[in-house]
């Protein structure tokens, strides 16, 4: 009997998937040793899995003749070029990039869209955090159509460790980055925190949180926001607030379940339905914890983490926010801080009544209290907060309805 012939092709075929097999199981593994092994303690592991900067970055900062910054994109998929029936447009905002000063003498860069016009302008400043893998560039078409579409300036940052910024990025570190971008928005360009609305996406809710349990903001805007970094690895199902809790400190990260009793502004969430990077669970208990400062929230169907700032109804729900829920918010506050005083100068005719310290909207310094104290931390008066908590508690859902 003659032998049949091996074909040497599959021997050779099987050899290359196996060859390409092993280099996926290796490169597996050494990314692995390197999150988890490299050193092995959590806040470095924690950072290696939750910050990822582009690289290189997408834009660079050169010096025009005039001696100014000027931020040139280097990612040639993000360059825009106006269509040409908007050429001839008057353009009413103009970008200017800044630069703050860390006390670890490290820059961070800061990009402002500003509107020249001042009956085009609000009296909002929008204050934004991005996501965890973008930087300035990536923004910056988002950003400049949220300053045209809203009428407010804009001004968003990177993260240390993010394009233009030095250092390396950590939960700490981008908390100290947020103030001092505050801290420059007050005090260079003497816009007080109550003119701000802090917005942050995705990771960048973190930093959002903290501003606005620190200062009284204007209000708080959420971006596909996250409960807690324990509860977005841990995808276990029940009560988020049970499942976030089994994990030590040192192991939840990024928990803004912690900051969120603290806020006492406006708060409007935002989130998709069909997000698997970060679950609309999330959303839905925050929304809880949140409770009479939450507005009518926006959930959006069939969208997942990316895209929902693209849509029509994001820009309507975030206008009637900015230029209608805000400002009832501030005058129902106004409201309750008066009749606070006025029942104080009843009691006590011949005293003064601390009117900077009952509420952000009365005479509040075009600068931070000049304090010994680090934290510059914000005052809440009991009372007040009780007051403004009994007078808003139906207001939203009135409003909804």
Request: proline share 6%.
């Amino acid at each position: 009997m003659s032998r049949k012939k091996r074909c040497s092709c599959k021997g050779r075929t099987n050899k290359k998937h196996t060859f390409q097999l092993t280099r996926t199981l290796c490169a597996a593994l050494s990314q692995l040793c390197w999150v988890f092994c490299c050193p092995p303690c959590p806040p470095c592991i924690i950072r290696k899995i939750a910050f990822h900067p582009p690289k290189p970055p997408t834009y660079k900062i050169v010096t025009t003749s005039k001696g100014m910054p000027k931020m040139v994109i280097q990612d040639e998929s993000l360059k825009i070029l106006p269509l040409p029936q908007m050429r001839s447009k008057t353009i009413l905002l103009y970008e200017k990039i800044s630069t703050c000063m860390c006390r670890e003498h490290k820059k961070i860069v800061a990009m402002q869209w500003l509107h020249t016009s001042e009956t085009s302008r609000s009296n909002l400043v929008i204050l934004h955090s991005h996501v965890n893998a973008a930087d300035l560039g990536t923004v910056q078409f988002p950003m400049e159509t949220l300053a045209r579409r809203t009428g407010c300036d804009v001004i968003a940052y990177d993260y240390s460790g993010y394009g233009g910024s030095d250092g390396s990025p950590s939960e700490d570190v981008i908390l100290r980055n947020a103030d001092m971008v505050m801290k420059y928005i007050n005090d260079v360009l003497h816009r007080p925190p109550s003119d701000v609305i802090v917005y942050g996406q995705s990771i960048g809710s973190v930093p959002t949180w903290y501003l606005a349990s620190k200062y009284d903001v204007a209000g708080v805007i959420q971006l596909s926001g996250l409960y807690s970094g324990w509860r977005t690895l841990n995808r276990e199902s029940g009560s988020i607030e049970n499942v976030s809790q089994s994990g030590c400190c040192c192991l939840n990260p990024f928990n803004n379940a912690g900051l969120v009793k603290e806020v006492r502004s406006p708060v409007l969430l935002i989130h998709g339905k069909a997000d698997e990077v970060i679950q609309f669970s999330h959303a839905v208990e925050l929304l809880r914890l949140c409770g009479a400062f939450a507005v009518p929230p926006l959930w959006i169907d069939g969208i997942g983490h990316v895209g929902i700032e693209r849509t029509r109804e994001f820009y309507e729900r975030v206008n009637k926010f900015l230029h209608e829920e805000v400002r009832r918010f501030a005058a129902a506050q106004l409201a309750v801080s008066n009749s606070t005083i006025s029942s104080r100068s009843a009691d006590t005719p011949s005293a003064a009544v601390p009117t900077t310290r009952l509420t952000r909207n009365i005479q509040l310094s075009p600068k931070f209290a000049q304090s010994s104290d680090a934290n510059q931390t914000k005052s809440k008066p009991i009372r007040m907060i009780r007051d403004i908590s009994k007078f808003t508690a139906g207001f939203w859902r009135m409003e909804s309805e």
